[in-house]
């Protein structure tokens, strides 16, 4: 038999050979060719497609078979990804020469910050102002989708002008289409609880002197406590709760104000309700929170543990399930100072930079995040339309508890604030703001919160500066 | 040199000569030699493509990053010296990444102690002469080899409020915290988990050991009136210190590693949480790397993690002359 090679040292050489051509296919493959970059400008602006096929750049029919990749947070489990796949076929159905990959992401920013840095983002991407938007916005992961809406007249009246501007660049550019805006301001209560208490149920006209005087009085240590946050960041609606503002501008701040007297105020109020044990989080643990049972939020207030809840409207149904039927809930706006607002997230579908059927991919950011596309995912709950007569039509019509969620719906969506759009926002407010708030929250002694929350603001200047 | 002395050295460079010459003589020669060898490179190929591709080169090129200004989503490297190791004391991530450290070491304190210490104990109970002992080993090994995740999602319910720790503690009078919730526990319940996990992997390496010594050197103890505890400090013990050595080296490298159990026991995966207080080093690289996307500073602080790892590492082998004691020596 042959010998493969003529000898060792030729063999090694050919070795080597294969492992630098290896090196150079991998470098290749990982490499972003021209059409990937992320400064590429918008393919030209095409019309709407109505039935069937898409019409060019030219007015001809494109055939062409294409594929296109969407990517979004799977936070509705297999409802959604069911949802999100008939979504999909339908849309398939309609253009016969576009196939369409759907990718439920659990852990948004985790799986999108390394397609951001490879060039390999989906041709439709998801945003939302809770979960990394204003970082995908300051590494250009979307695309304007400005030019479509200019060129095809696409009506935009429906949505609320504040949430259209927050998703545009500071050129006013819309770079994501909004499909849902969720306020963190639905105040459920126990009214088993208030019954026994004989404390009359919470209404709109709630202070949040009123929420407070009700938690205390509803509070027994280590067994009831009278208020609970769904999630421990809530803290920050809280804050909001007063009218504190956390930067000078809503959307593209230049400096942090969370040090204001109203912010004050709030923070102090809460670590003094958390030393009480009256509040259920995990960071009045130490103090009396959570047990008996550890389940944070929802858990704790299904449970019949903690009397009133702040979260938002998808919550409904899981206390539903959770409680069996134990005891009677509702859900009022949460109270807010002169001022006040409240923390919500908005999500909706843009087209990534990376796309190679920019056009394509408009065409589908609006059959999912369109009123169509919207209406249907409200039908099954997924999502709270930003678009008033979605909510009319759908949410405010629907049996599903808590019976006045249409009204909190309403109130939420007219005071909601969004995180700010900044790269710093980060290091700035997270690292900086909130791991000391929450170091003061833990601390064996209630903490100078104005002086904590002065020299917070001065280290988020120094070290994340917003201008 | 006694003539007993050159005797032995006689006798042990005979040996050694004779070794080496039916070595040689068994070693392939020519085109045998040669085949074997393209046959090696050829079976070793994915290997070692793998390693440079996922191993060798990420570390290289995150020691360049460590000096690079570096946005891990857009950009190229920019050269920026020594700023990401300055970055560390700053006013904004000086904070943090101590309180990163502290929680890090106070993990690591304990656990590799107390795994060290259970590993031990459990070997030595699973060394003694008893019927179905094949089952305990199975059992108290059977830890380390379930999957991570899946059984500390069992932790999270056992180290819950009614879970079945504080209902032990109940039964003894003992209310229990809510372990894995509060901000004053959180590190006490990841010790639990670890200690629980990793001890078995110790013991096992102990066991090994244990089954491995000398049995004379042990009876000639049991002759000479050595009581059990006396066996065991002067005689198993310093013959169990290579085995003690090895499972510190790794200790040292897993328990100052922790990630995976602070990742999966939080409510709010990756975020530290409650507070921060069970974020540790490898969870705030992570932060940076994957959430802030500083993939230069994460990169540099990686490595200065790496280089204190090593750093422990060689003291400890430098002082494993003093206190390691390998059979082979005597």
């Known amino acids: 038999m042959r010998p493969l090679f003529d000898n060792a040292v030729s063999w090694t050489l050919r070795f080597l050979v294969v492992i630098v051509a290896s090196l150079a296919l991998v470098a290749t493959a990982c490499g972003n060719d021209d059409s990937d970059s992320g400064d590429s400008a918008p393919a030209a602006p095409l019309a709407t497609g109505t039935a069937e096929s898409m019409p060019d750049s030219d007015g001809a029919m494109d055939d062409e078979e294409v594929e296109i990749r969407v990517a979004y947070f799977n936070s509705g489990g297999q409802t959604e990804v069911d949802f999100r796949e008939e979504q999909a076929a339908a849309f398939e159905a309609m253009h016969p020469n576009v196939t369409v990959d759907m990718e439920p992401i659990s852990d948004w920013m985790t799986t999108v910050a390394p397609q951001i840095a490879s060039g390999t983002l989906a041709d439709v991407i998801w945003g939302s102002t809770d979960d990394g938007y204003g970082q995908m916005v300051a590494r250009n992961a979307f695309t304007s989708i400005q030019p479509y809406i200019d060129s095809e007249g696409y009506d935009l009246s429906l949505w609320p002008e504040s949430m259209l501007s927050h998703f545009s660049n500071p050129e006013g550019d819309l770079l994501v289409l909004p499909y849902a805006n969720l306020s963190f301001n639905f105040l459920y209560y126990n009214k088993n609880l208030f019954d026994e208490a004989g404390l009359d149920y919470p209404d709109a006209s709630w202070s949040i002197d009123d929420l407070i005087d009700a938690a205390r009085a509803l509070s027994v240590p280590d067994e009831q406590w009278g208020f609970g946050f769904a999630w421990d960041d809530l803290f920050l609606t809280w804050m909001r709760m007063y009218g504190c503002e956390f930067s000078n501008d809503a959307t593209y701040p230049t400096d942090y104000t969370y040090n204001d007297p109203t912010c004050v105020e709030a923070v102090e109020d809460l670590d003094e309700l958390s030393r009480e044990g009256v509040i259920n989080w995990e960071l009045g643990a130490q103090w009396g929170g959570l047990a008996p049972g550890d389940d944070t939020g929802e858990g704790a207030f299904s449970g019949g543990h903690v009397a009133m809840l702040l979260s938002g409207t998808w919550e409904a149904p899981t206390i539903a399930a959770n409680s069996g039927g134990a005891f009677e809930f509702d859900a009022v706006p949460a109270p807010l100072a002169p001022g006040g607002t409240i923390q919500g997230a908005a999500s909706g579908f843009g087209v990534s930079s990376d796309s190679d059927h920019p056009e394509w991919a408009w065409e589908y950011v609006k059959h999912i995040s369109g009123p169509e596309g919207q209406e249907a995912e409200a039908r099954l709950g997924l999502g709270q339309s930003p678009i008033a007569t979605i909510l009319d039509r759908v949410y405010c019509v629907s049996d599903a508890p808590p019976a006045n969620k249409c009204e909190v719906a309403k109130s939420g969506a007219a005071n909601t604030k969004w995180e700010p759009l900044a790269d710093a926002w980060g290091p700035g407010f997270w690292d900086v703001m909130v791991s000391a708030a929450q170091g003061g929250f833990i601390a064996g002694s209630p903490p100078d919160w104005q002086a904590l929350l002065d020299e917070a603001v001065e280290t988020s200047r120094q070290a994340a500066p917003l201008s | ?330």
């Open chain 2, 1 to 330: 040199m006694n003539g007993e002395q050159v005797r032995r050295r006689l006798l042990s460079r005979r040996r050694t000569r004779s070794r080496s010459k039916r070595l040689s003589a068994s070693r392939p020669s020519g085109k045998l030699a040669r085949r074997e060898s393209r046959w090696f490179y050829f079976f070793i190929a994915p290997w070692i493509i793998g390693f440079v591709f996922f191993g060798l080169w990420p570390v290289v090129a995150s020691f360049g990053l460590a000096f690079s200004d570096y946005d891990l989503s857009s950009g190229w490297p920019d050269f920026i010296g020594f700023d990401n190791f300055a970055k560390m004391t700053d006013p904004v991530q000086g904070p943090i990444l101590g309180k990163a450290i502290r929680n890090t070491l106070y993990i690591a304190l304990l656990v590799i102690p107390m795994q060290l210490v259970f590993g031990l104990a459990l070997a030595l109970l699973l060394s003694q002469r008893v019927r179905g002992m094949a089952v305990f080993r199975t059992a108290f090994y059977l830890p380390t080899v379930v999957t991570g995740v899946a059984s500390l999602v069992v932790w999270i319910w056992i180290l819950g409020s009614d879970g079945l720790l504080n209902q032990g503690l109940e039964f003894l009078g003992i209310e229990g915290p809510v372990w894995l919730r509060d901000p004053a526990t959180v590190k006490l319940g990841i010790v639990i988990v670890m200690v629980w996990g990793g001890t078995g992997g110790m013991m096992l390496i102990f066991l090994a050991g244990l089954q491995s010594l000398p049995t004379e050197l042990l009876d000639a103890a049991a002759v000479d009136g050595a009581g059990a505890a006396r066996r065991f400090w002067h005689v198993k013990l310093p013959l169990l210190t290579p085995q003690l050595f090895f499972n510190l080296v790794i200790g040292i490298a897993g328990g100052l590693g922790v990630f995976t159990e602070t990742y999966v026991i939080s409510t709010d995966p990756g975020s530290g949480a409650p507070a921060n207080e069970s974020l540790t080093l490898i969870m705030y690289i992570y932060r940076q790397l994957l959430q802030n996307f500083q993939a230069g500073y994460a990169s540099a602080v990686a490595w200065v993690f790496t280089a204190t790892v090593a750093l422990l590492t060689a003291v400890q082998f430098w002082t494993s002359r003093r206190w390691v004691h390998y059979e082979y020596e005597n």
